[in-house]
Structure formats: structure tokens, C-alpha cells
T-cell receptor
Framework: AQSVSQHNHHVILSEAASLELGCNYS??????LFWYVQYPGQHLQLLLK??????LVKGIKGFEAEFIKSKFSFNLRKPSVQWSDTAEYFC???????????FGKGTTLSVSS | NAGVTQTPKFQVLKTGQSMTLQCAQD?????MSWYRQDPGMGLRLIHY???????DQGEVPNGYNVSRSTTEDFPLRLLSAAPSQTSVYFC???????????????FGEGSRLTVL
């Protein structure tokens, strides 16, 4: 069965600091990978996704993620965070040809101004 | 374009009561799913459907029933509510093409359920 592991439960940063959130998945086949963001009191929104091609994908609001197949990883990065990036971030994986999207437990990001 | 609509947004139940969370989407998506979100647990898949008349269990299906009689609707039924089912429930849908998985999920705004 697929599983997703997010390494950090809670990350606290100051504005302008760089961000990297770890995500590893366990599945031996081809996968689709996603990062979703949930701002306080809101539902989940897609941040970025990887299906195939360039392993470095760019999403909204300056976020990017790199797929490293050999490490089964899909880490999320942002060079300079803003207070408005305070949110919960979820990594998710779907086996290619499968039907279920499995989420990690999430990482809460708190950015202080 | 309404997207994914969930009702009710808030509900309080007593242990043993039954209820149905409604979910409707107007994007003609084949794939629909229900998740529950609990602190420190992320989102866990309860049930999903790849099309009308087809449903399957996710990670935590016990205590929940679903049906998919139309493409648009995917209700989630709690048969006999328990305090452990206190959670925030999200319905989500996506376009699903054969062989490419679920694709991007579009989420409803959530239903907060409290079971006393």
C-alpha cells in the first residue's frame, strides 16, 4: 500500500527565511505527486503537482518542488517565505493508474513577521 | 461555477444517531472521494468512487456508507454515530482519465461534525 511521510510536524520561520519541507513516499511504481496547502479556516488548494517530465516543478506563490525518484522524495521549497504563507502543507501521492490519493499527515508552517 | 458543494457545514449529533453528509459537484468529474481530517493525522481517505454505480473503500471506511447514483452526487452516511467520528469531513472530486490516476483534486469547504 502507498504511504506518505512528511518529516516535519511544525516549522517556525521568520519572514524572508528559506523553506524546505520534506516528503517521502513508499510505492515502487510510477506516481503522480502533489502538494496542497490549507490556509487557516479554509479548504485545501493545489500548490503544485508532478506527473512527468522536468522533475523540478513550479507552483503558485513562488513555491517549487523537486522529484527525486531514487530517493522517493518530493520536497517543497520556497526561497523567501512571507507571513501569508502561514498554513498547513500536505504532500500527497497517487499511483499511476490507481484511483486513491493518499495524503501525508501535514506540516504546519508558522511565519513570524 | 459552484465546484464542490458540501452540506451541512456544521452538525452536532448524539451517539447512535445517523446522518448524511451531502456532496455535489458540477464539473462533470468522474472521481469523487470523502476524507476526514483530524489533528496530527492529516487527511485519511474514507471512501471513493470512480463513476456512477462504483464505490470502493479507502483507509478508514468503518462506520460509513456511500453510494453514487449520479455523476454529480456522492453522499456519505454515518450509520450510528460515535464520538470517534468527530472530525472535519471533506469531499473532493477530480477528472479521472484511465491510466493516469486521480489527477488534481478539487475540495469542498468541509463539514465539521461533533458527536457527543
Amino acid at each position: 500500500a502507498q504511504s506518505v511521510s512528511q518529516h516535519n510536524h511544525h516549522v517556525i520561520l521568520s519572514e524572508a527565511a528559506s523553506l524546505e519541507l520534506g516528503c517521502n513516499y513508499s510505492y515502487g511504481g510510477t506516481v503522480n505527486l502533489f502538494w496542497y496547502v490549507q490556509y487557516p479556516g479554509q479548504h485545501l488548494q493545489l500548490l503544485l503537482k508532478y506527473f512527468s517530465g522536468d522533475p523540478l516543478v513550479k507552483g503558485i506563490k513562488g513555491f517549487e518542488a523537486e522529484f527525486i525518484k531514487s530517493k522517493f522524495s518530493f520536497n517543497l521549497r520556497k526561497p523567501s517565505v512571507q507571513w501569508s504563507d502561514t498554513a498547513e502543507y500536505f504532500c500527497a501521492v497517487n499511483a499511476r493508474g490507481g484511483t486513491a490519493l493518499i495524503f501525508g499527515k501535514g506540516t504546519t508552517l508558522s511565519v513570524s513577521s | 461555477n459552484a465546484g464542490v458543494t458540501q452540506t451541512p457545514k456544521f452538525q452536532v449529533l448524539k451517539t447512535g444517531q445517523s446522518m448524511t453528509l451531502q456532496c455535489a459537484q458540477d464539473m462533470n468529474h468522474e472521481y469523487m472521494s470523502w476524507y476526514r481530517q483530524d489533528p496530527g493525522m492529516g487527511l485519511r481517505l474514507i471512501h471513493y468512487s470512480v463513476g456512477a454505480g462504483i464505490t470502493d473503500q479507502g483507509e478508514v471506511p468503518n462506520g460509513y456508507n456511500v453510494s453514487r447514483s449520479t455523476t454529480e452526487d456522492f453522499p456519505l452516511r454515518l450509520l450510528s454515530a460515535a464520538p470517534s467520528q468527530t472530525s472535519v469531513y471533506f469531499c473532493a472530486s477530480s477528472y479521472s482519465s484511465s491510466g493516469s490516476g486521480t489527477g488534481e483534486l478539487f475540495f469542498g469547504e468541509g463539514s465539521r461534525l461533533t458527536v457527543l
